[in-house]
């Protein structure tokens, strides 16, 4: 098969991928967005590709770019649904919730007011997101109204215009760590502890990879919440709330692993492949 | 940036990113409409960036 890998910065999982690609027995097809126009009245050059693997590290970028596949008929994992939905904290938030699937108590607000407001409700400290984002930018524990406000000003004058929608969650006690669970299909592969003494526990802030086997509650819960956000293969960060158990957080739709084949020792590439090769027959 | 001569490894991909070893510029390699290869400086972290 000719599998696509559509990116724009090259990491470490892109050349994973490609290489893979070419163990499998197959041909792979890097397209570097950014080095290239697409041109949808002069498609002929994709019409021969059997599956498209988005690796994007823009959000917009890889949006964009499945449009355009999704649009000429070529299979692409992840689909546009899946990006959609896990590239916006509150669309993400909204599919788990309608699913039944336990999440840190969230509220939105669109003005300075309501969030204050919105964060009384809560209960101080809360977690402060941009709606847009990932690897822990930008995320702000406020511990009280003064901090909030600070906060918010500081966000009032940022040029993007999604800084006004304000994600506000409540605080969680974790203990020294979350968990991020990769699902490709209906397979979880692997699954790491990522540990940190710094309330963000995210690799890209230091936070330390350590592999975890996963239980049957944890493996049963995650698998939905893979399902409500569309499926594909995703990286799904659980909190362990002392009282209530495991919360879904968060959902990654162009999800990171090179720690986690690190200290899990599993090919996460070639179960990708193999389950866009799935996608590319259907 | 600095003007000296940059080594590309020679299976280098559009995409990759170069720290140029005399200034510490971080460059990218990417295709120039045919099938040659060039150099620009690497963009920034932007605010979509992740994962």
């Not at chain 1, 300075?112 to 400290?125: D, Q």
């Not at chain 1, 330390?208 to 493996?219: G, N, S, T």
């Not at chain 2, 409409?33 to 994962?51: C, P």
Request: contains cysteine; negative net charge.
């Amino acid at each position: 098969m000719r599998i696509a890998v559509v990116y724009d910065v090259l990491r470490w999982e892109e050349k994973d991928i490609i290489s893979n690609i070419r163990s499998l027995g197959h041909e792979p097809v890097p397209i570097h967005v950014t080095s290239f126009y697409l041109d949808p009245y002069s498609n002929t050059q994709y019409m021969n590709l059997d599956v498209v693997i988005q690796r994007c590290v823009s959000l917009f970028r890889a949006i964009e770019t499945t449009v355009f596949f999704e649009s000429l008929g070529i299979p692409i994992v992840n689909k546009l649904e899946v990006l959609m939905v896990t590239g916006d904290k509150l669309h993400t938030t909204m599919k788990l919730i309608a699913n039944n699937i336990p999440t840190p108590r969230t509220l939105i607000a669109m003005s300075r007011e309501a969030a204050v407001n919105a964060a009384k409700k809560l209960g101080f400290p809360v977690v402060v997101k941009p709606i847009i984002g990932s690897w822990g930018r930008m995320i702000a524990k406020v511990n009280d109204e003064d901090a909030l406000n600070s906060i918010l000003e500081l966000r009032e004058h940022l040029q993007a215009p999604y800084h006004r929608i304000h994600y506000i969650q409540e605080y969680i006690e974790k203990p020294g760590r979350d968990i991020r669970v990769f699902t490709v299909g209906n397979e979880i592969p692997a699954a790491i502890y990522r540990i940190s003494n710094y309330w963000k526990t995210n690799t890209a802030l230091g936070g330390r990879a350590e592999c975890v086997k996963v239980c049957d509650e944890l493996r049963d819960l995650v698998l939905k919440a893979a399902e409500a956000v569309g499926g594909g293969y995703l990286g799904i960060d659980v909190l362990e709330d002392p009282s209530r158990g495991y919360l879904i957080n968060e959902v990654n739709g162009v999800t990171e692993y090179k720690n986690t084949v690190r200290v899990c020792k599993v090919n996460i590439s070639e179960l990708i492949i193999k389950y866009a090769i799935e996608v590319g027959k259907k | 940036m600095c003007g000296t001569p940059v080594n590309v490894p020679d299976d280098v991909l559009p995409g990759e990113l170069i720290e140029h070893e005399e200034c510490g510029a971080l460059l990218e390699v990417y295709q120039d409409g045919g099938n040659t290869f060039a150099l620009r400086r690497a963009e920034g972290i932007s605010e979509d960036w992740g994962e």
